[in-house]
C-alpha cells in the first residue's frame, strides 16, 4: 500500500459526459502528479500541483482540468468525453522542497470506460 | 526533453534464470532514474531509483539496477527470478532539478517467467 488513494475505483460512462476523479496524496506529501495510461499512448504526464499551484502541464488536453485543494487532496476532471478517453488514470504524490527528490508513490489508478 | 527506450516489449524467461531488462534514456539535463513495477491490475509500485552515488543500485525483491552515464543505461537484473516476478515493468526519468519533476516512462517491458 503506498498511502495514495484514488476514487472511484471504476467509473463507466457515456460520451459527451463529465467525471471527476478524486485523489488524496500521502500524508506529508504536497505534491500531486496525474498520469494517464493507454494501451496506444503508454503512460503519459498530464498535470503536476504543488501545495495548490500548477507546477508543471504535459499532455493534458484542453477537455480536462485538474485543481489541488487546500487539504492537498487532488481531483481530475474529464469533460466532453470521447471513446478515446478510456484509460486508467494514476494519481500519484512526493514530498517536494529542498533537500527532496520526489520520489513519486502512485495510487491504485481510476479506469475510465467511455462508451 | 527526455525520453526512455525499453528495448524490449515482451521477455520471456524459466523460473529460477536470471534476467536483464533494458532501458536507456535520452537527456540534456541529470536525471534521475526509477524502476517501476505493475502487476495484473493493479498500480505502479517502486522497485529501485538512482539518484546519485554508487552506480550499482539495490531495490526491492531481489532486483538491482546498474547506471552507466556513459552509455546512458539504467538495465534492471535479478539472478534468479520467481513465477511471482510476472510483471510489466517501466524504467522513467525525471530532471533532478527544476521544479517540475514529472516522469517520463518507457513503454514497458513484460516480463513472463515460465514455470
Known amino acids: 500500500d503506498s498511502g495514495v488513494t484514488q476514487t472511484p475505483k471504476h467509473l463507466i460512462t457515456a460520451t459527451g459526459q463529465r467525471v471527476t476523479l478524486r485523489c488524496s496524496p500521502r500524508s506529508g506529501d504536497l505534491s500531486v502528479y496525474w498520469y494517464q495510461q493507454s494501451l496506444d499512448q503508454g503512460l503519459q504526464f498530464l498535470i503536476q500541483?504543488?501545495?495548490?499551484?500548477?507546477?508543471a502541464k504535459g499532455n493534458i488536453l484542453e477537455r480536462f482540468s485538474a485543481q489541488q485543494f487546500p487539504d492537498l487532496h487532488s481531483e481530475l476532471n474529464l469533460s466532453s468525453l470521447e471513446l478515446g478517453d478510456s484509460a486508467l488514470y494514476f494519481c500519484a504524490s512526493s514530498a517536494s522542497g529542498a533537500g527532496y527528490t520526489d520520489t513519486q508513490y502512485f495510487g491504485p489508478g481510476t479506469r475510465l470506460t467511455v462508451l | 526533453a527526455q525520453s526512455v527506450t525499453q528495448l524490449d516489449s515482451q521477455v520471456p524467461v524459466f523460473e529460477e534464470a536470471p534476467v536483464e531488462l533494458r532501458c536507456n534514456y535520452s537527456s540534456s539535463v541529470s536525471v534521475y532514474l526509477f524502476w517501476y513495477v505493475q502487476y495484473p491490475n493493479q498500480g505502479l509500485q517502486l522497485l529501485l531509483k538512482?539518484?546519485?552515488?554508487?552506480?550499482l543500485v539495490k531495490g526491492i525483491n531481489g532486483f538491482e539496477a546498474e547506471f552507466n552515464k556513459s552509455q546512458t543505461s539504467f538495465h534492471l537484473r535479478k539472478p534468479s527470478v520467481h513465477i511471482s516476478d510476472t510483471a510489466e515493468y517501466f524504467c522513467?526519468?525525471?530532471?533532478?532539478?527544476?521544479?517540475?519533476?514529472?516522469?517520463?516512462f518507457g513503454s514497458g517491458t513484460q516480463l513472463t517467467v515460465l514455470p
Open positions: 538512482y539518484l546519485s552515488g554508487s552506480t
Open positions: 500541483y504543488y501545495n495548490g499551484e500548477e507546477r
Open positions: 522513467a526519468v525525471s530532471s533532478s532539478s527544476g521544479s517540475a519533476r514529472q516522469l517520463t
